[in-house]
């Protein structure tokens, strides 16, 4: 079935067909554009389930149609989500939507919009088979995939479930939510994060998930205890725990190094994750050494090695390397958004 990108408010004259022209039409709109035709509603005070005026990109006073707004919409999002839209048939929309049939839409009826042209994505063989989906930009699942992640950048538990609304109900095999990750503050561990995620998940607010992901990239020193008491709460709450960093070790920690032997003798932690790369559009595995973490200390490792990969078909590559290292790797996360 086509991953529903968004959600059209059916207008009077509208047919399948119809509204699949509109959504030609908006081909190369900027969140500027819907912003301007939006001026009442500023870009802080978007409700979930109002719908907003989305213009005709050439013609800015001609509005094509509404959308209804979405949990953690913003005006970028939408704008990035209509253009991977753009071009969508008549036959897709109708084929997400079983319970209206072409001949019975109804002026106000909201009705879902999938995206253009997926395909359906297969991952390579392996007994792990991990995806990172980006909530700001959710891509078509690998129907085969064992372990899906949502992506957010955020540490903290409230922001990323509200930045997850969007990709959960898409997520195939173990769903996942990810806390932490990124460069800027917002996916910065402290110990009191790392209390706000404590008390989240003994109040179930993660309960839609199996697992939980810990992308530990910057932080606070001194955090090897609180990280193992977090993970002793998620598995007693019954989560799976997968713990991903840089290369070999978190890059904005400063003793990292403590942290990772405390990672990688951890019970509480299923899988370990390193990423073998920096930008995420690398075409070869980066296998860099971080804070002076060797990579032969991963074969102390308590915890299930599958390393994040740029691309599935680095996994060949991955397998060969770690073997040399006397580590068995048991599969990979893929970074790329297909």
């Given at each position: 079935m086509s991953q529903n990108a968004l959600k059209y408010t059916v207008q009077f004259g509208d047919t399948y067909?119809?509204?699949?022209?509109?959504l030609g039409q908006c081909q190369g709109i900027t969140y500027q554009q819907i912003q301007a035709s939006n001026l009442s509603i500023s870009p802080e005070s978007l409700s979930p389930d109002n719908p907003i005026n989305?213009?005709?990109?050439?013609s800015p006073n001609n509005i094509l149609f509404k959308y209804t707004v979405q949990q953690g919409?913003?005006?970028?999002?939408?704008?990035?989500?209509?253009?991977?839209?753009?071009?969508?048939?008549?036959?897709?929309?109708?084929?997400?939507?079983?319970?209206?049939?072409p001949d019975?839409?109804?002026?106000?009826?909201?009705?879902?919009?999938?995206?253009?042209?997926?395909?359906?994505?297969q991952l390579l063989p392996a007994p792990n088979m991990g995806f990172w989906d980006w909530t700001w930009n959710p891509c078509s699942p690998p129907t085969n995939a064992t372990?899906?992640?949502?992506?957010?950048?955020?540490?903290?538990?409230?922001?990323?479930?509200?930045?997850?609304?969007?990709?959960?109900e898409h997520l195939?095999?173990?769903?996942?939510?990810?806390?932490?990750?990124?460069?800027?503050?917002?996916?910065?561990?402290?110990?009191?994060?790392l209390n706000s995620i404590n008390s989240a998940i003994n109040s179930n607010k993660f309960k839609e998930y199996d697992g939980i992901a810990y992308?530990?990239?910057?932080?606070?020193?001194?955090?090897?205890?609180?990280?193992?008491?977090?993970?002793?709460?998620?598995?007693?709450?019954?989560?799976?725990?997968?713990?991903?960093?840089?290369?070999s070790a978190p890059y904005g920690i400063s003793d990292a190094s403590d942290l990772m032997k405390s990672f990688l003798s951890d019970p509480n932690i299923d899988f370990l994750s390193p990423q073998l790369y920096t930008q995420g559009n690398e075409t070869q595995n980066d296998y860099?050494?971080?804070?002076?973490?060797?990579?032969?200390?991963?074969?102390?490792?308590?915890?299930?090695?599958?390393?994040?990969?740029?691309?599935?078909?680095?996994?060949?590559?991955?397998?060969?390397?770690?073997?040399n290292k006397n580590i068995n790797i048991q599969g990979y996360i893929q970074w790329k958004n297909s």
């Open positions: 067909y119809v509204i699949s022209q509109k989305i213009p005709d990109p050439q919409d913003t005006y970028f999002n939408i704008a990035t989500v209509l253009n991977q839209c753009a071009g969508v048939s008549s036959q897709s929309i109708e084929e997400s939507n079983p319970n209206i049939p019975n839409l109804q002026i106000g009826d909201v009705i879902n919009i999938p995206l253009k042209n997926q395909q359906t994505q372990i899906g992640i949502a992506f957010s950048g955020y540490a903290d538990p409230d922001s990323a479930l509200e930045n997850s609304t969007q990709v959960i195939t095999g173990k769903k996942f939510i990810s806390l932490g990750g990124g460069e800027t503050s917002t996916g910065y561990f402290t110990q009191s994060t992308d530990v990239e910057c932080g606070d020193s001194g955090l090897a205890s609180g990280f193992q008491q977090s993970f002793a709460v998620a598995k007693e709450k019954g989560f799976i725990v997968l713990v991903t960093i840089s290369h860099s050494i971080i804070e002076g973490v060797q990579w032969s200390q991963y074969a102390q490792s308590k915890a299930v090695i599958i390393p994040s990969l740029v691309s599935c078909c680095m996994y060949t590559d991955a397998q060969k390397y770690f073997t």
